[in-house]
């Protein structure tokens, strides 16, 4: 149970930085239905990159085995923050 609480707080931190971030006033308790979808959204998606700095990049490269010598290669990446 107070493992849920931890991560429950940890949650509504990373929330109330991303709103900050976004410029979104965010409630930490209380109604947020005033608020637009967009601005919501926002709040999500900057949570997403906060919590999951990993980005693909994918380029093509030369190699001789491959038929036309070039192959796609994509790599994933983890970037700490």
Do not use: C, W
Request: hydrophobic share 35%; aromatic share 8%.
């Amino acid at each position: 149970m107070a493992n849920n609480k931890n991560k429950n707080a940890a949650l509504s931190s990373i929330k109330m930085q991303a709103a900050n971030e976004v410029g979104v006033p965010l409630k930490d308790h209380g109604y947020n239905g005033d608020l637009t979808a967009k601005q919501v959204g926002s709040v999500g998606g900057q949570m997403v990159k906060k919590m999951m700095p990993e980005r693909q990049f994918k380029f093509n490269r030369i190699d001789r085995r491959a038929y036309g010598h070039k192959r796609e290669v994509s790599f994933f990446v983890s970037i700490g923050l």
